[in-house]
């Protein structure tokens, strides 16, 4: 079973930056794509950030720039690095490992709250 800690959320002001780190536990097999996902009330999921196996690397439209997903391998951690952060950056994000080729193995973080006020 696989385990996903979130860290690193918090209150920042506009312009600032936080960088998440989500560390993997357990056994991992099958498991290509690490994801950023966030997630605010009365909103759809919203898939911010994904990394595959190979490095290639996906970002919403809405982060593109300010955003950057990395996988350290030797750590089993995923971070993702949010610069020039906006208010509508607010949400609770929630790290995910999952398989292309394996629908059923798809893991979910606690989530962490990342708040962007002045």
């Known amino acids: 079973q696989v385990q996903l800690v979130e860290s690193g959320g918090g209150l920042v002001q506009p312009g600032g930056s936080l960088r998440l780190s989500c560390a993997a536990s357990?056994?991992?097999?099958?498991?290509?794509?690490l994801a950023w996902y966030r997630q605010v009330p009365g909103k759809q999921r919203e898939l911010v950030a994904r990394?595959?196996?190979?490095?290639?690397?996906y970002y919403a439209d809405s982060v593109k720039g300010r955003f950057t997903i990395s996988r350290d391998n030797a750590k089993n951690t995923v971070s993702l690095q949010m610069n020039s952060l906006k208010p509508e950056d607010t949400a609770v994000y929630h790290c995910n490992a999952a398989s292309s080729y394996n629908p059923e193995l798809n893991y979910w973080g606690q989530g962490t709250q990342v708040t962007v006020s002045s």
């Open positions: 357990g056994i991992i097999f099958s498991i290509n794509q």
């Open positions: 990394i595959a196996g190979s490095g290639w690397t």
